[in-house]
């Protein structure tokens, strides 16, 4: 059985219901409920002095108050998979490409971001580590046993990158210093390198050019919501959460600054109430500032405060996918393409006969990212099944195949003339 099935899988995206995009009305989240005063900052788990043993996988249900950063990170289940620690195949692929790593404390994440399974409401059901990050199961595992398997043999190791996710805690940057310290001091980051996954919140500038000190490769700031409005609603004061479009927007101008051109860049959501030209006119800021975007479709993860809400439709999330890779990769303006007037792509600027060899090439579809070895826009950062379950895929982890062209063609209401 793949580790990767999710346990509930909601209903086909725009299908439950009709719409071909997600609107900003609709895409409402629920309000967070006050959390008992018992299971208040990690409380619950901090109430047991059990020391943590090895591998933690989530619901293991062993209370492990002192499993913290930096001396343990989670790790993706398809990086946990990919170095042997647990069992299981992923649909598609044999591996991922990324070692995605993740900041972990008692208490969790102080922020209360809508979308997220790792928000803070959360604590009123369930301890941090057995909650889900991105669709799949996050187990804890000791960062030295990790480095102990990747430097064995780094230079031919699956993994093409590493990447540090910060949460928002008050130990957050020391404790992602640590961590990337512990690994530059013994893996090449020439082998593999590093990326960090910012949380500006409670960063500086300083902070950012010590990681690039400590040998990190490039600096991204997850904004997730593509306008300051939405920022606001999911991320911000709409759910009692402390982030702020400005600050984040700062610390990515500051990354730019230190890491220079192609080695920055912002996460962003699809379908979370923006429009597709809203979505785009950010991508090509990005672009003209010199960084990358990193595309997610809209999952409502179960628990968060958006879970009541559909998934991103998949022709809103194609015709973004398509466009973003345009204006990424092959210098498509946003200004040349045409929306209709709810937003939707209708026209992507480009000749025909063009679009149509990168709609067949593929890569567009691909999950977007931090570059691995292979080509500047195969991300290494491949999330296997992170947005989308394995029978209806947003973003591919792996090439898609003839038949997998053949549906994105119908989503984008292009017709299918694959061989
Ligand atoms: S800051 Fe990151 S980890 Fe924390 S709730 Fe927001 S999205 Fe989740």
Redesign the pocket.
């Known amino acids: 059985m793949s580790c990767i099935e999710h346990k509930t899988t909601p209903s086909a995206p725009g299908k439950a219901t009709g719409r071909d995009h997600n609107p900003f009305d609709v895409m409402e989240p629920r309000t967070p409920l006050k959390t008992p005063v018992d299971r208040k900052n990690g409380k619950h788990v901090k109430a047991n002095d059990i020391p943590p043993q090895g591998v933690y996988l989530p619901n293991d249900n062993i209370l492990a108050p002192h499993m913290k950063s930096p001396e343990y990170v989670q790790l993706s289940t398809a990086a946990a998979i990919t170095l042997g620690i647990m069992g299981g195949r992923m649909y598609g692929c044999e591996c991922t490409r990324c070692l995605n790593l993740l900041l972990t404390y008692p208490e969790g994440?102080r922020?209360?971001?809508a979308y997220?399974g790792?928000?803070?409401h959360r604590e009123a059901e369930r301890d941090y580590a057995d909650r889900n990050?991105i669709r799949v199961d996050w187990p804890a595992v000791p960062m030295t046993d990790i480095i102990d398997i990747v430097a064995r043999d780094a230079e031919n190791s699956p993994f093409h990158r590493m990447c540090i996710s910060m949460?928002?805690h008050s130990r957050s940057e020391e404790d992602t210093f640590a961590v990337l310290k512990q690994w530059t001091d013994r893996i090449d980051p020439d082998a593999i390198p590093v990326s960090i996954l910012s949380?500006p919140t409670t960063m500086t500038r300083d902070d950012v050019q010590r990681t690039k000190d400590l040998g990190a490769d490039i600096f991204t700031v997850?904004l997730?919501a593509a306008t300051p409005e939405l920022f606001d609603r999911t991320?911000g004061k709409g759910v009692q959460?402390p982030?702020k479009w400005s600050k984040y927007w700062d610390i990515m101008l500051e990354a730019r600054d230190i890491f220079g051109p192609q080695k920055f860049g912002a996460h962003i959501i699809v379908g979370m109430g923006e429009t597709e030209y809203e979505v785009l006119n950010l991508v090509q800021e990005l672009v003209d500032l010199g960084g990358h975007s990193h595309m997610f479709c809209f999952f409502p993860e179960q628990g968060s405060l958006m879970d009541h809400l559909p998934a991103t439709p998949r022709d809103q999330w194609r015709r973004v996918q398509l466009a973003r890779y345009l204006i990424d990769y092959r210098d498509a303006r946003v200004e040349q393409m045409r929306f209709d007037d709810l937003g939707r792509v209708t026209d992507y600027g480009i000749a025909d006969a063009e679009l149509a060899d990168i709609v067949d090439e593929g890569i567009a579809f691909r999950t977007s990212g931090c570059p691995g070895k292979f080509q500047d826009d195969i991300s290494a950062c491949d999330r296997p099944y992170g947005d989308s379950p394995p029978s209806d895929i947003a973003s591919y982890p792996f090439h898609p195949k003839k038949k997998d062209i053949k549906r994105i063609r119908k989503q984008l209401d292009i017709p299918v003339t694959v061989e």
Request: with cysteine; hydrophobic share 35%.
């Open positions: 994440c922020a209360n971001c997220c790792l928000a803070r990050f949460i928002t949380n997850a997730d991320r959460s982030h």
